[in-house]
């Protein structure tokens, strides 16, 4: 670790470079742009980034196509261990938002791009059939992306490891003529593991690569990563009731957060009309001509959760739970035997959803470049109600609040001073195996 530390959120975006090749163009963006964000998601399948530029004194609005190379690194300080530095490829995809600023005779626009891999696939197709698990055709669906990618000079493809969790059943698919990251999103629907019973699988882009992961099992890898005090110490952010400017150890002011909003504590109700406290599943096999229903009942300690020991009341059971508030419906082929088990598949993905967004909390963060989609945050909220009145200072955490959460959403933004994180974080409110 650096001896003097720099202030936490200092701009730490050391390289930023648009390209294109076919034009020989090569401008650093670092001196023109406003705001530079990237955003990685749970739910998206790839980087995405905008920047908003102001141009007062370069003219390089007129000589873009709309199809360059942005090459981006950066790096947070060390402020708990040495990080590595993280380096990311884009694509431009958009050009907009034109104006032109009198006072300052500057114009504005901003660029909108996608990770280069996820460019390229859109432009490729997958026209094959497959028999084997869902998660190994992922596998090989990923891996005809990056062997027909375009392969940038700035592309270093060792950067798209694929990452996946198992699925059970064999299947017989043929995909017709779909992009792959489009045939991922059709994948996920079917997929199916007794291992990890929300079966809620994700395609998604992080620090760690390209993966096709199962919720619960991020979770679960993420608490078997926290085995020593300094592993919970990196992803541990508090939110006291001192004031920042208060704070002299940068250390402790780079894991302090600044703002936290708390926007979603479950709906029942809603969850109910869903089919996700109870919910049926009729598979009607059309060669048989035969009706099976498959009906579940939420049971909250069957899930890979956090940790937390609420539970739901006996009064939200019964008001919920007395008959099945929505149904789905399947078509078989009872001489076919290679599926997964998709009604059940069906019926723990409505659950899952249920209980894992049931609990959403946004946080902003000095930059951390090691922040990313899929990993853990241990939140620290400080109890309002329990307080020293000699001191001032918080007596106990917020047990509502506090606790490990998953990160669902991260945008690392950098101006032309500041870089700072906003995350959103997911959790169940219930507890878990």
């Known amino acids: ?14 390289s930023c470079v648009l390209i294109n090749d076919s034009t020989n163009l090569a401008v650093d963006l670092s001196g023109i742009f406003k705001n530079f964000t990237i955003t990685e998601s749970i739910n998206q399948n790839e980087f995405t980034f905008k920047a908003d530029l102001v141009e007062t004194a370069t ?4 000589q873009l196509t709309g199809d360059e190379v942005v090459a981006v690194e950066w790096v947070s300080p060390p402020y708990i261990e040495d990080l590595e530095p993280r380096q990311m490829v884009f694509r431009v995809t958009d050009i907009g938002g034109l104006s032109f600023d009198d006072n300052t005779e500057a114009f504005k626009y901003t660029i909108i791009g996608i990770d ?6 859109s432009f490729n197709v997958v026209s094959t059939s497959y028999s084997d698990t869902l998660s190994n055709i992922a596998e090989k669906v990923f891996n ?23 699925t059970e059943g064999i299947v017989d698919i043929i995909i017709p003529k779909e992009s792959p990251f489009a045939t991922m999103s059709y994948l996920r629907g079917y997929t199916y593991s007794s291992a990890y019973p929300s079966s809620m699988y994700l395609f998604f882009q992080n620090k760690d690569g390209y993966n096709f992961k199962n ?10 990563e926290l085995t020593t005090d300094i592993a919970l110490k990196k992803i541990s952010y508090q939110k006291s009731t001192q004031e920042m400017a208060n704070i002299s150890d940068k250390v402790s002011l780079a894991y302090n957060i600044a703002y936290l909003s708390q926007f979603n504590k479950s709906s029942l109700h809603a969850s ?36 937390k020991k609420e539970e739901l009341s006996t009064k939200t059971l019964d008001t919920y739970n007395k008959e099945p508030q929505a149904s789905e419906y399947i078509y078989v082929d009872g001489l076919k035997t290679n599926r997964p088990n998709l009604a059940q598949s069906i019926l723990n993905k409505k659950i899952g959803g249920a209980l894992f967004y049931s609990n959403m909390v946004q946080v902003t963060i000095p930059g951390n470049s090691d922040m990313s989609a899929g990993k853990l945050f241990n939140l620290q909220v400080s109890n309002r109600l329990k307080v020293d009145l000699d001191s001032g200072a918080a007596m106990a955490l917020d047990e ?21 994180n906003i995350i959103t974080l997911v959790r169940s409110n219930y507890a878990g195996k």
């Open 1 to 14: 670790m650096l001896s003097e530390l720099p202030k936490p959120g200092h701009h730490s975006l050391t």
């Open 59 to 62: 003219n390089l609005y007129s």
């Open 116 to 121: 280069e891999l996820s460019y390229d696939q």
């Open 144 to 166: 005809h992306a990056v062997d027909n990618s375009i392969n940038s000079p700035l592309t270093d493809t060792s950067r798209y490891k694929f990452n996946k969790d198992e």
């Open 215 to 224: 919720i619960e099992s991020l979770i679960e890898e993420g608490k078997k």
């Open 272 to 307: 109910s009309t869903s089919g996700a406290l109870h919910g049926t599943v009729k598979e009607i096999d059309y060669m048989f001509k035969d009706v099976t229903i498959h009906t579940k009942k939420i049971d909250t300690k069957e899930f890979i959760g956090f940790d």
């Open 400 to 420: 509502n609040l506090s606790g490990l959460y998953l990160i669902k959403d991260v945008q690392h933004i950098f101006d032309s001073l500041i870089y700072t």
